[in-house]
């Protein structure tokens, strides 16, 4: 390779949980700037060009840092639910290389051909949403790591019925959310229309340890899943604590009363 080859700048911007991709497809059509392919819009930027996802995501090829600001601009008004800070993942790439290829953060490209650009698209969008995912678990362990302690210190969380009902809701957001949006993981159906082009994604997906990355996230959601059940198991616990002890103080009370009664009749 050439050394007067110069690397020029890569980006994936997680910009929200999707976009209001067929609102976005047609006002982006309209510009007569872009292409639509299978859940992908294929935008010409002046040198460079962007990839767009329905899931939030956004990825730049050689796109200045100005234009790059202007297109998150309008893809604010097609946002659902951003994010308020945005993941994102930078890296280099070059053209004009004797194949495709991943290696030491630095994309490796034979021509600038849009295909081979949207199959590394797809493995970079994927990963950007992932390390998303990845932090929204990692997060919602760390908030609720003394919870268990707790448990095993004292055998109860001490936490009010409303509290532990808020927490088990938490747990169950990040839980649902991030299983529902799962297939996003998966071999993108992109590649079922493009066979030829599923290697290219794979070098990218490979790399970018998509795979084991996804099962790690699984055992965090399983961790997630077991502070479920112990919360839900300690709620249970409580009430029936609460119950026993109401049952106690209604015989108590009728005890009392059975007292009083013989009491009277005695005088």
């Known amino acids: 390779m050439s050394d007067k080859l110069e690397y020029l700048s ?13 609102g976005l497809s047609e006002a982006l059509l309209n510009t007569g700037r872009c292409a639509c392919y299978r859940d992908v819009i294929y935008l010409v930027v002046e040198q ?9 995501v956004a990825v730049y090829w050689n796109v200045r840092a100005d234009v790059v600001t202007r297109i998150h601009e309008q893809l604010k008004t097609f946002s659902l639910r951003p994010y308020e ?14 194949r495709n290829r991943f290696t030491h953060e630095h994309i490796e490209l034979i021509d600038n051909d849009v295909m081979t650009v949207l199959a590394f698209s797809h493995a970079l969008a994927q990963s950007v949403k992932l390390s998303v995912f ?14 268990p302690r707790k448990l095993a210190d004292t055998g109860s969380t001490h936490l009010s019925r409303r509290q532990t009902a808020k927490m088990r809701g938490k747990l169950f957001l ?3 959310d991030i299983i529902l949006k799962y297939e996003l993981l998966d071999t993108p159906e ?3 229309e493009y066979p030829e082009l599923e290697p ?3 070098i990218g997906a490979h790399y970018l340890e998509l795979k084991q990355r996804t099962e790690i996230l699984s055992l965090k959601l399983e961790t997630i899943h077991e502070l479920f059940q112990m919360l839900a198991d300690d709620q ?6 609460t119950l026993e002890w109401i049952i106690i103080w209604l015989i108590a009370v009728e005890i009392i009363i059975f007292l009083v009664n013989d009491l009277l009749l005695a005088q």
């Open 200 to 202: 290219i994604y794979q």
């Open 174 to 176: 990040t839980k649902s």
């Open 236 to 241: 249970k616990h409580q009430h029936s604590s």
């Open 134 to 147: 990845e932090k929204q678990a990692q997060q919602t362990i760390e908030t609720t790591a003394a919870i």
């Open 85 to 98: 800070t945005h993941e994102s993942e930078h890296y280099a790439f070059i053209y004009g290389c004797d």
């Open 10 to 22: 890569c980006q994936a911007i997680c910009y929200a949980e999707s976009f209001d991709f067929l």
């Open 190 to 192: 992109f590649f079922w």
């Open 48 to 56: 460079g060009s962007c990839a767009i996802f329905p899931f939030g």
